[in-house]
């Protein structure tokens, strides 16, 4: 600060003045010498070099207080660094885990949902394929054991006599049925002429019901066939063999079974080389 300038001239009790030079030395003026009680005076007090000091001194503790609090700010901004990231490590991991416990949940509704879907399709094929088995194996099951439970309540309610005579009647009827769909088939067999060697016989029945596999398809095939052939078909259809008898003989024997109305005679000047003379019966 810059210094306040000192008055030359200084009143010392009333009438006297101390003069002060330049080199600041006192000097008397007046009529009366100093006396040692008024040779000084203090300095007239100024106001504000009073209030100077107590300035100065709120000053410095401001500035001790603010650096308090820099301080404590700067601790409180290095542990607020340190802990920062925890927080948000914390708070990522929280939102992360509630994600988490979210996308389980969801995860479990659809795998609940398709559960139960799959339950449903599920069920609905099993009891459409288990049906179509139960049913078939019922139907195996009731034909398999219907013909038995009748034939042992037929036992236990008709006599062992009348039951014989059911079972011959039976098979009479079996052997009327036979013999019609045989004569049925020697009718049409008997319709076919020479000119007709490539049309279709009707094959007969065997003696037992059943059909016979070696049957000639046309009258075509029964002419060409061969000696083994004619006895095999004989004994398919129970016709007796001569060993004696030529091919010839075995396949009038056959034709007459059959009803082909044909008679094979061998040609008397030339032996049987597969072309016999053929005549209508």
Known sequence: MASRPRPNNLKVNGNSHLKVNGSGNQVHSGDESPSPRTLFSPFPQDPDSMALPELMT????????????????????????TLGPKYDLARQLHTIRRSLVEMDE??????????????????????????????????????????????EMLRAQVPSGLAAELLEHRRQLEAVKLSLYNSEARRENSLLKYEHLHQPLHPLLRPTGEPCLRFPATLAKFFAMTPEEVHALMKDYNIPINEAD???????????????????????????????????A
């Open 58 to 81: 709120n000053m410095k503790a401001n500035i001790n207080t603010l650096t308090q609090t820099f301080s404590a700010l700067q601790r409180q901004g290095s542990q607020a660094s």
């Open 106 to 151: 969801k995860q479990q509704r659809d795998i609940d949902e398709l559960t139960e879907m799959i339950k449903d399709e599920l069920y609905e094929r099993i009891v459409e394929q288990l049906g179509f088995y139960v049913q078939q194996r019922v139907k195996e099951r009731v034909e398999d054991l219907l013909p038995r439970r009748v034939e």
């Open 246 to 280: 030529t091919r010839e003989r075995n396949l009038n024997k056959l034709m007459q079974h059959i009803g082909i109305a044909f008679q094979m005679v061998p040609s008397p000047t030339k032996p049987f080389r597969g072309q016999p003379l053929i005549t209508f």
